[in-house]
């Protein structure tokens, strides 16, 4: 008997192959488009220098702390924070000269952004962000909390 299979399709297990598309799209997965979910590149609802919160995973990857993005991997759903989903690498010595010790190196990993919130950091709290039109016409986003803003 075959073990079932979950419907839920993840972006990292997909096979990326890149097609144009007659419409001008790029096709990140056929996988996507087979399965009817998407055949743009997916949508990350936070940018780099945002705080974040990470909201499931494990203590080890840092579940309900906040830190910095950093890097922002759309053709993943993926970005990497600041301080989160640390990884260990161990770097040997590779030099010429002797005496060289190898080093334990902690490298982030990339995390699902849809595990992240963005972070309030007037209120203290994750939060769903809203699109405000400033004074200048400009959209913002602001808290839905404390209707603070967020960009600055
Ligand atoms: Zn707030």
Redesign the pocket.
Known sequence: MKPQQSKALSYAKAPISKKIKPGGKTVVSQALVKHGVSNLIPKIHVKRGDIVMLMSGSKKMGIKTTGKVTRCMPKFGKVIVEGLNLQTHYVKPRGMQQNESGEIKKIEGPIFASKLMLY?T??K?P?RAKQVVNAKGKKIRH?R??N?AIDG
């Open positions: 309030c007037a209120c709290k939060t808290c909390h404390c603070e």
